[in-house]
């Protein structure tokens, strides 16, 4: 399969990590959108948010316990903003499953990536 993120999980793929475990890896976003803009997706190829379902929501859960980790590595004390697009009309460029971390300075209210 023709996946960016599964290449960089592989290792195929440079990139710049910043945190990884047995089921989830984050690295930083090749075109910020903000001074600190890291991306945290599951190593299992999952195409997007609309596929979560009771077979994968654990990893999706872990997730979620990774990224006040990750926050706190970056020094996100001020707050920071979880993203993930879906689909095309989501505007998600990437179909492997993605959690953006925004932050680093304070966002504009409706500012997406
Ligand atoms: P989305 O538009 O929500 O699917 O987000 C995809 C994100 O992946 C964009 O912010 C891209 O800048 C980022 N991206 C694409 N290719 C790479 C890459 N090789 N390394 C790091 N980030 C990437």
């Given amino acids: 399969m023709d996946c960016v993120f599964c290449g960089i999980i592989r290792g ?3 990139s710049k990590k910043v945190y990884e475990d047995d089921t989830v890896l984050a690295f930083r976003d090749i075109n910020p959108e903000a001074p ?4 945290v ?3 299992d190829h999952i195409a997007s948010a609309d596929m979560i379902d009771t077979t994968n929501s654990e990893i999706i859960a872990h997730i979620f316990e990774v990224i006040p980790q ?3 590595d970056e020094d996100l004390t001020g707050g920071y903003r979880v993203i993930t697009n879906v689909g095309p009309d989501g505007g998600q460029s990437v ?12 966002l504009p209210i409706h500012m997406g990536v």
């Fill in 95 to 106: 179909p492997h499953l993605h959690f953006h971390i925004l932050g680093g300075a304070k």
């Fill in 36 to 39: 600190v803009h890291i991306l």
């Fill in 12 to 14: 195929d793929i440079p």
């Fill in 70 to 72: 990750i926050a706190k």
């Fill in 41 to 43: 997706v599951p190593k």
